[in-house]
């Protein structure tokens, strides 16, 4: 709880600052995919980070799939029916990931799973289970079918397509295993952003809500992850570094990595269920052994991992499952301390991870400020207590989330690798647990006898950084020739590990048009054969291309016109640089780090001859495996500098007096001369040494598969829910004929008639409808709704009245009064024509006529006719009157006020006379700057020799108080007051 407290309440002050950055944004996924759990969570706008849950709400899913002959089943439904039919249910498929049929973790999996019949692959030398000649499915269709699925749940959660992901793999995952899960996804129409090491998305999501605990100074955590199949022991080094793009940053480099592939939770829970296998047969209360029986085998391993997590919490517990086998109950008692010593041996492997990495990142105990704990399998007590120890710590961190640390922090990385959001940047060094060496081996001639010499060069270090562009040159090849890439030194690993490792061959490149590239240059100088090569941000190594680079020497024009040598002086005079003109062939910036060529005990290179002393200090550089990408060798650049710097000088020594005139011609004899690069791609063939991937027919044909499972799937959701609807209708309509509104509108004939109708549907139903097609279901229920048509009708009219009735007397009431209102205006301030006001008058009369004719025709009428009182007639009265209403509203919102006549009186002549003399002056009283009224056109001016006005028809205005004697504005008439000139609008 602590962790998902600490994720809800720094999601939004810390993480993400996710604007959509496109005005279409697309949400996007993280799949923590674990060897029996995955967890799996979302971005998308509005929505930061969150875990998806699945249609149980829960929030981590079983990785289990059923399948039947007619059925596919996923997570608890698959799970449910293992114990029934455990031969249809697959799962733990990730130990059979990129392995051969001849690997010791497949013969682990046939003994745990009996039930299934695994099968070698001729082509691929792969496995596959067959479960019938028509259902036949390899490991990576089955894991296919569940990212497909959890795609599913996560657009279903995010209300919103979704086709962009990041998965996680163990950090142990080889290059086989890594292109199988990325295989996985093509089937499953996945499109994956990146593979993360599972370690390397928990130290993501732990540095992401402590950046600010982040700064210059170096600090090393340690996360340890005990799962359910394998433990993983990280080294973690957290610091801010500056780039050029971002500035300082903080950032999270891997540095050393320890794993035990077959130490995790599910071991426990197989030697728990053994043992309660054991203890049942001890009771011989059946001459049967239960471990000879499927079904029972698999209640007790659900039984096991149940016991496993209560004595966690207890020292001791009741196990028992009903009907074990033969309809016999198993019941019995197994302490904590059984546990831990069935266990023991389990127990003693639980430091080793941690003395791995600290060996492969070259560091002590000392230097680790904190051993965190990852996975579900470390809150076994004795897992605690016996890491506590090796550590030597006062604590283990219990800081992050367990379960989905790994989910959150791989879908901050899928949020931060898509187009659509923008996050707050954290740098990711991830490292290569495996090296990768390229190996070559080359014909030699030493004192007459020649011999075969294998070369090996390392392309990346064990716990190299990635992604990372490396270039291998090869300097004494001048026909076509192969190369192969392996895995390097794996001394590092046991015995059992590097049985269960696989293949340490990777490819055999195949160079074919290596000759002709040199007959083409042949007056050029050979720089050897390139080949770059990258390891993605997926951790999969690739390569990009094989290329022949030359260097040919580009001689510049030996004269100038006199116009450019004037054009260089005027440009020398006003500052310019050098004269000297842009070379032809401009050499691309490489951003791949080139790979320094291994020297022997003679001193010569990888070809066997020695090397220039220029040429040995240029590359005999060490392997920086910490060497930012991009980093790239000068020495061509560094030439180039050299005869641009010899030409200028040249130049130069032409621009001198008559002196030295004879000098200038011996130079001219020397023309400048300036290099340029020319490189030309090499034809690749590529044969893959490890596992055979599947051909696009292959994928094509496998994602068929799956779509075609998954349209069968809908079909039958269609039909489920046809039926349902039918059943439905059925019960409730045969319900509604008892009700009092239907028994009220329906006659007994038509009610016969639709109750035998209902009978004969039921009767259909028990009989052919549950091997009915979904076509003949929907036909069956429109067939009903049909003849029920009328008498739904006339109910749903009834319960209509009520309500739109009392809406049309209140309209018809306040456009009666309205229309009063606004005919009592006087017609000097009257807004609304005569034609306005007898078309609404028109309205309202005809409304009222139809609303007393209808009521009494209804009232005629039986309630089991049809109705000639309809809910749309009243609703289309309502609008009607509602809109002539608010047009006239609207018109005397916005209406201005007419001006007032001027009052007839003595002092009139005199103003008139006034005005024709040029006297008078008209008086603008400014309005005050905190009226918001509306001005009038022509504001009356006050009359000389009024008597004085009474006080409520005064009107004082600020502006005048302020910038002259008080003067007061008065109005003739009897004794009605004065009111502003817009007082019609307060009125309506």
Same mark, same amino acid.
């Given at each position: 709880?602590?962790?998902?407290?600490?994720?809800?309440?720094?999601?939004?002050?810390?993480?993400?600052?996710?604007?959509?950055?496109?005005?279409?944004?697309?949400?996007?996924?993280? &799949?923590?995919?674990?060897?029996?759990?995955?967890?799996?969570?979302?971005?998308?706008?509005?929505?930061?980070?969150?875990?998806?849950?699945?249609?149980?709400?829960?929030?981590?899913?079983?990785?289990?799939?059923?399948?039947?002959?007619?059925?596919? !089943?996923?997570?608890?439904?698959?799970?449910?029916?293992?114990?029934?039919?455990?031969?249809?249910?697959?799962?733990?498929?990730?130990?059979?990931?990129?392995?051969?049929?001849?690997?010791?973790?497949?013969?682990?999996?046939?003994?745990?799973?009996?039930?299934?019949?695994?099968?070698?692959?001729?082509?691929?030398?792969?496995?596959?289970?067959?479960?019938?000649?028509?259902?036949?499915?390899?490991?990576?269709?089955?894991?296919?079918?569940?990212?497909?699925?959890?795609?599913?749940?996560?657009?279903?959660?995010?209300?919103?397509?979704?086709?962009?992901?990041?998965?996680? &793999?163990?950090?142990?995952?080889?290059?086989?295993?890594?292109?199988?899960?990325?295989?996985?996804?093509?089937?499953?129409?996945?499109?994956?952003?990146?593979?993360?090491?599972?370690?390397?998305? &928990?130290?993501?999501?732990?540095?992401?809500?402590?950046?600010?605990?982040?700064?210059?100074?170096?600090?090393?955590?340690?996360?340890?992850?005990?799962?359910?199949?394998?433990?993983?022991?990280?080294?973690?080094?957290?610091?801010? &570094?500056?780039?050029?793009?971002?500035?300082?940053?903080?950032?999270?480099?891997?540095?050393?990595?320890?794993?035990?592939?077959?130490?995790?939770?599910?071991?426990?829970?197989?030697?728990?269920?053994?043992?309660?296998?054991?203890?049942?047969?001890?009771?011989?209360?059946?001459?049967?052994?239960?471990?000879?029986?499927?079904?029972?085998?698999?209640?007790?391993?659900?039984?096991?991992?149940?016991?496993?997590? %209560?004595?966690?919490?207890?020292?001791?517990?009741?196990?028992?499952?009903?009907?074990?086998?033969?309809?016999?109950? =198993?019941?019995?008692?197994?302490?904590?301390?059984?546990?831990?010593?069935?266990?023991?041996?389990?127990?003693?492997r639980v430091p080793g991870p941690v003395q791995d990495a600290l060996a492969s990142a070259e560091m002590k105990l000392d230097e680790i400020e904190q051993v965190i704990l990852v996975g579900g399998a470390t809150r076994v007590p004795k897992v605690q207590e016996v890491l506590l120890k090796a550590v030597g710590k006062e604590e283990l961190g219990k800081n992050i989330n367990a379960d989905e640390a790994a989910a959150m922090g791989a879908v901050y990385q899928a949020a931060a690798l898509s187009k659509a959001f923008k996050v707050k940047p954290f740098l990711v060094r991830d490292a290569a647990v495996f090296p990768i060496q390229v190996e070559f081996t080359r014909e030699t001639?030493?004192?007459?006898?020649?011999?075969?010499?294998?070369?090996?060069?390392?392309?990346?270090?064990?716990? +190299?950084?990635?992604?990372?562009?490396?270039?291998?040159?090869?300097?004494?090849?001048?026909?076509?020739?192969?190369?192969?890439?392996?895995?390097? @030194?794996?001394?590092?690993?046991?015995?059992? @590990?590097?049985?269960?490792?696989?293949?340490?061959?990777?490819?055999?490149?195949?160079?074919?048009?290596?000759?002709?590239?040199?007959?083409?240059?042949?007056?050029?100088?050979?720089?050897?054969? /390139?080949?770059?090569?990258?390891?993605?941000?997926?951790? %999969?190594?690739?390569?990009?291309?094989?290329?022949?680079?030359?260097?040919?020497?580009?001689?510049?024009?030996?004269?100038?016109?006199?116009?450019?040598?004037?054009?260089?002086?005027?440009?020398?005079?006003?500052?310019?640089?050098?004269?000297?003109?842009?070379?032809?062939?401009?050499?691309?910036?490489?951003?791949?780090?080139?790979?320094?060529?291994?020297?022997?005990?003679?001193?010569?290179?990888?070809?066997?001859?020695?090397?220039?002393?220029?040429?040995?200090?240029?590359?005999?550089?060490?392997? @920086?495996?910490?060497?930012?990408?991009?980093?790239?060798?000068?020495?061509?650049?560094?030439? $180039?500098?050299?005869?641009?710097?010899?030409?200028?000088?040249?130049?130069?020594?032409?621009?001198?007096?008559?002196?030295?005139?004879?000098?200038?011609?011996?130079?001219?004899?020397?023309?400048?001369?300036?290099?340029?690069?020319?490189?030309?791609?090499?034809?690749?063939?590529?044969?893959?040494? @490890?596992?055979?991937?599947?051909? +696009?027919?292959?994928?094509?044909?496998?994602?068929?598969?799956?779509?075609?499972?998954?349209?069968?799937?809908?079909?039958?959701?269609?039909?489920?829910?046809?039926?349902?609807?039918?059943?439905?209708?059925?019960?409730?309509?045969?319900?509604?004929?008892?009700?009092?509104?239907?028994?009220?509108?329906?006659?007994?004939?038509?009610?016969?008639?639709?109750?035998?109708?209902?009978?004969?549907?039921?009767?259909?139903?028990?009989?052919?409808?549950?091997?009915?097609?979904? /076509?003949?279901?929907?036909?069956?229920?429109?067939?009903?709704?049909?003849?029920?048509?009328?008498?739904?009708?006339?109910?749903?009219?009834?319960?209509?009245?009520?309500?739109?009735?009392?809406?049309?007397?209140?309209?018809?009431?306040?456009?009666?009064? =309205?229309?009063?209102?606004?005919?009592?205006?006087?017609?000097?301030?009257?807004?609304?024509?005569?034609?306005?006001?007898?078309? !609404?008058?028109?309205?309202?009369?005809?409304?009222?006529?139809?609303?007393? $004719?209808?009521?009494?025709?209804?009232?005629?009428?039986?309630?089991?006719?049809?109705?000639?009182?309809?809910?749309?007639?009243?609703?289309?009265?309502l609008s009607l009157l509602d809109r002539e209403v608010n047009y006239l509203l609207n018109k005397a919102k916005f209406a201005k006020p007419k001006a007032k006549a001027k009052p007839k009186n003595s002092t009139s002549s005199d103003k008139s006379s006034g005005k024709a003399n040029g006297t008078a002056e008209e008086k603008v009283i400014p309005p005050t700057q905190d009226s918001t009224d509306t001005k009038t056109e022509n504001p009356e001016e006050p009359v000389p020799g009024e008597a004085p006005p009474t006080e409520e028809s005064t009107v004082q205005t600020d502006s005048d108080s302020q910038s002259q004697p008080t003067e007061e504005t008065t109005t003739t008439g009897?004794?009605?007051?004065?009111?502003?000139?817009?007082?019609?609008?307060?009125?309506?």
């Amino acid at each position: 709880m602590g962790g998902r407290t600490l994720t809800s309440v720094a999601l939004f002050c810390l993480v993400l600052a996710m604007l959509p950055s496109h005005t279409v944004s697309v949400a996007v996924m993280s &799949v923590d995919l674990g060897s029996e759990w995955m967890k799996m969570a979302i971005v998308k706008p509005g929505v930061p980070m969150e875990i998806v849950l699945n249609k149980e709400s829960r929030r981590k899913t079983p990785i289990a799939v059923c399948l039947k002959e007619n059925e596919r !089943l996923f997570e608890d439904g698959a799970l449910g029916m293992s114990v029934k039919n455990p031969k249809t249910v697959y799962r733990h498929l990730q130990s059979l990931l990129g392995k051969k049929y001849d690997n010791p973790l497949v013969a682990l999996y046939q003994k745990r799973f009996p039930e299934h019949q695994l099968l070698d692959d001729p082509v691929r030398d792969t496995v596959y289970f067959k479960n019938s000649e028509e259902m036949q499915y390899a490991p990576e269709e089955l894991l296919g079918m569940m990212l497909n699925y959890s795609r599913a749940l996560a657009q279903d959660f995010a209300e919103q397509p979704i086709k962009d992901a990041v998965i996680t &793999v163990p950090a142990f995952f080889n290059q086989a295993e890594r292109r199988a899960v990325l295989q996985a996804a093509q089937m499953a129409g996945l499109k994956v952003l990146q593979l993360i090491n599972d370690n390397t998305a &928990v130290a993501l999501n732990y540095g992401v809500f402590r950046r600010k605990d982040i700064d210059n100074t170096v600090k090393n955590m340690m996360f340890y992850d005990m799962g359910s199949g394998s433990t993983t022991a990280t080294i973690v080094t957290y610091q801010t &570094v500056k780039t050029k793009e971002a500035g300082t940053q903080p950032q999270l480099q891997i540095r050393g990595v320890g794993f035990d592939r077959g130490l995790g939770g599910f071991e426990m829970d197989l030697r728990l269920r053994d043992h309660l296998a054991k203890l049942f047969n001890e009771q011989k209360k059946s001459k049967k052994d239960v471990r000879e029986n499927h079904r029972a085998m698999s209640k007790l391993l659900k039984e096991a991992q149940r016991l496993k997590t %209560v004595l966690s919490a207890n020292v001791d517990f009741m196990a028992q499952v009903e009907g074990l086998m033969d309809d016999i109950d =198993f019941k019995s008692k197994v302490t904590r301390a059984e546990f831990e010593e069935l266990c023991a041996d389990l127990f003693e492997r639980v430091p080793g991870p941690v003395q791995d990495a600290l060996a492969s990142a070259e560091m002590k105990l000392d230097e680790i400020e904190q051993v965190i704990l990852v996975g579900g399998a470390t809150r076994v007590p004795k897992v605690q207590e016996v890491l506590l120890k090796a550590v030597g710590k006062e604590e283990l961190g219990k800081n992050i989330n367990a379960d989905e640390a790994a989910a959150m922090g791989a879908v901050y990385q899928a949020a931060a690798l898509s187009k659509a959001f923008k996050v707050k940047p954290f740098l990711v060094r991830d490292a290569a647990v495996f090296p990768i060496q390229v190996e070559f081996t080359r014909e030699t001639e030493e004192e007459g006898i020649k011999t075969l010499k294998h070369n090996k060069r390392i392309l990346f270090q064990r716990m +190299a950084p990635y992604p990372q562009r490396k270039v291998i040159t090869f300097n004494r090849y001048n026909s076509d020739f192969a190369f192969y890439i392996n895995y390097g @030194d794996l001394s590092f690993l046991s015995q059992d @590990d590097l049985s269960v490792f696989g293949s340490q061959n990777l490819t055999t490149v195949k160079l074919s048009g290596v000759g002709e590239s040199f007959e083409k240059h042949a007056d050029a100088e050979s720089k050897g054969i /390139k080949a770059h090569f990258n390891m993605d941000e997926s951790g %999969v190594l690739l390569l990009d291309r094989v290329e022949s680079v030359f260097e040919t020497i580009v001689e510049e024009k030996e004269e100038e016109s006199t116009l450019t040598k004037l054009g260089n002086t005027i440009s020398t005079l006003f500052g310019g640089g050098s004269s000297e003109p842009a070379p032809n062939v401009t050499e691309p910036v490489q951003d791949e780090e080139e790979v320094p060529p291994e020297s022997g005990k003679d001193g010569k290179d990888e070809d066997g001859k020695d090397e220039a002393p220029k040429e040995e200090a240029a590359k005999e550089k060490p392997d @920086d495996s910490d060497k930012p990408e991009g980093e790239e060798k000068s020495e061509e650049k560094t030439e $180039e500098a050299g005869s641009k710097t010899d030409a200028k000088e040249e130049k130069d020594g032409e621009k001198s007096g008559n002196a030295e005139a004879e000098k200038d011609e011996e130079k001219k004899e020397v023309k400048p001369q300036k290099k340029s690069k020319i490189a030309e791609d090499i034809t690749v063939e590529l044969v893959t040494n @490890d596992i055979i991937d599947p051909t +696009a027919d292959d994928v094509a044909s496998s994602k068929k598969k799956l779509q075609d499972l998954t349209d069968r799937d809908l079909a039958k959701h269609e039909r489920e829910k046809s039926l349902n609807s039918l059943e439905a209708f059925i019960f409730e309509t045969q319900d509604k004929l008892y009700q009092d509104d239907y028994q009220l509108v329906v006659s007994e004939e038509e009610k016969e008639q639709i109750a035998a109708k209902l009978r004969e549907a039921s009767e259909w139903m028990d009989e052919e409808g549950y091997t009915a097609t979904t /076509k003949q279901l929907r036909e069956k229920l429109s067939q009903l709704k049909s003849l029920c048509k009328d008498m739904f009708f006339r109910v749903e009219e009834r319960r209509k009245w009520p309500d739109r009735l009392v809406a049309l007397n209140s309209i018809l009431n306040t456009s009666s009064f =309205f229309l009063r209102s606004a005919k009592l205006i006087p017609e000097d301030d009257q807004i609304f024509t005569e034609v306005e006001l007898n078309t !609404l008058e028109k309205v309202i009369n005809e409304t009222t006529t139809w609303r007393n $004719e209808t009521l009494a025709e209804q009232a005629k009428r039986s309630p089991k006719e049809r109705p000639v009182l309809l809910s749309k007639d009243i609703e289309s009265k309502l609008s009607l009157l509602d809109r002539e209403v608010n047009y006239l509203l609207n018109k005397a919102k916005f209406a201005k006020p007419k001006a007032k006549a001027k009052p007839k009186n003595s002092t009139s002549s005199d103003k008139s006379s006034g005005k024709a003399n040029g006297t008078a002056e008209e008086k603008v009283i400014p309005p005050t700057q905190d009226s918001t009224d509306t001005k009038t056109e022509n504001p009356e001016e006050p009359v000389p020799g009024e008597a004085p006005p009474t006080e409520e028809s005064t009107v004082q205005t600020d502006s005048d108080s302020q910038s002259q004697p008080t003067e007061e504005t008065t109005t003739t008439g009897p004794t009605e007051k004065a009111k502003p000139k817009n007082h019609i609008e307060d009125e309506l």
